[in-house]
């Protein structure tokens, strides 16, 4: 759609997903089979966010200094609830989680990079949840279609193999064939 990827990010994700890689497997290499996953995969995460980005822009969500605070306040990232600093007794700690945030010799744009961009993406995913309406006939529809089945015996012919002087049809044998099966002709009234 226009926006550029760079070739230099693109390495230097591939690059950080060959290392998680490598650290979740306990190995020193990666098998050709792997890469190309790994690298195509890292390509999908790369155009996904992009494309999420370019729709965030095109819908005009935004959030506030305010909105970002909280949210990184209220929702601690698994590194730093890994961490040390912000942990007592080997459980996080939220006072200390906030004391860490409050530590100006840190740099949070990283952080708060990554929490805006997460509060964004769960902004359009709400604004997209919120403009779905499943109208009642559409329910039954697809309950419908999911559940109701019917088991069909047929048996084809061709007209040419069927000879009209073979059979002969009496309105006797039409009424017997009515009265045994007259169950199969009721029709419930709507």
């Known amino acids: 759609n226009g926006d550029e990827i760079r070739y230099r990010n693109y390495q230097l994700e591939l690059r950080s997903a060959f290392q998680r890689y490598l650290a979740e497997n306990e190995t020193t290499e990666i098998d050709s089979l ?30 506030s200094d305010d909105e970002l605070r909280q949210f990184i306040i209220n929702n601690p990232p698994e590194l730093l609830v890994s961490n040390e600093s912000p942990q007592t007794e080997g459980q996080f700690d939220r006072a200390k989680y906030l004391q860490v945030l409050n530590d100006p010799n840190y740099d949070w744009m990283p952080l708060e990079d990554d929490a805006r961009r997460a509060l964004l993406q769960m902004k359009l995913f709400q604004k997209i949840q919120n403009s779905v309406r499943v109208t009642g006939p559409e329910v039954s529809r697809y309950y419908r279609d999911q559940n109701e089945k019917a088991k069909i015996d047929y048996l084809a012919l061709r007209m040419s193999d069927i000879k009209e002087d073979e059979f002969e049809i009496t309105d006797e044998a039409i009424e017997d064939f009515y009265q045994e099966n007259k169950e199969d002709y009721r029709e419930q009234n709507k």
């Open 34 to 63: 792997v890469q190309n996953q790994i690298e195509e995969e890292t390509w999908e995460n790369i155009v996904s966010r992009l494309l999420l980005l370019q729709e965030i822009r095109r819908q005009g969500i935004s959030i």
